[in-house]
Structures are given as structure tokens and as C-alpha cells.
């Protein structure tokens, strides 16, 4: 009994041989690269600024105000892929 529960827990705390089977086919992710946060955060003041000059725009010229801040919204999806 004892045999058999020790064959059990090196099973179960070898993790290479674990995954060997031939039936099972598992994709270990290597690196996985993750956003940058800092250039997320400029890249979102920047936005903001821009937002913010646009609403500033709203009472004085219509038309530059939406120009500006559609200007925003492109920017803002800039950001998400940054």
C-alpha cells in the first residue's frame, strides 16, 4: 500500500511527466508580453487634453469641436492598442 501511494504522489508532484500522454495535447504559452502601462498613461492624458479642448470649443465653433473630438475618439483608439 505504501508502494502504491508513494508511485501516486510522484505522479502527482511531476509535472513534466504529467502531461505526457500521448492522447493529450497541451500548448505551454511561453512569453506573454504584456501592454505597456506607462505609454497607456501618456497616451491617455493626451486624450484627455485633447477631449477637454474640445468641449472648450463647444460654445465658440461647433464644427472645430467635433473635428477635435473625433480627434479624441482616434486617439482613444490609439490608446487601446498601445
Do not use: N
Amino acid at each position: 500500500m505504501k508502494t502504491e501511494e508513494k508511485r501516486l504522489l510522484d505522479e502527482l508532484y511531476d509535472r513534466e511527466q504529467r502531461w505526457d500522454y500521448p492522447d493529450t495535447k497541451v500548448s505551454i504559452k511561453k512569453e506573454v508580453k504584456h501592454p505597456d502601462a506607462r505609454l497607456h498613461q501618456i497616451v491617455s492624458f493626451i486624450k484627455s487634453g485633447v477631449r477637454i479642448l474640445g468641449y472648450c470649443f463647444l460654445p465658440f465653433e461647433l464644427s472645430i469641436a467635433a473635428i477635435i473630438l473625433i480627434l479624441s475618439e482616434a486617439i482613444g483608439i490609439i490608446e487601446e492598442l498601445v
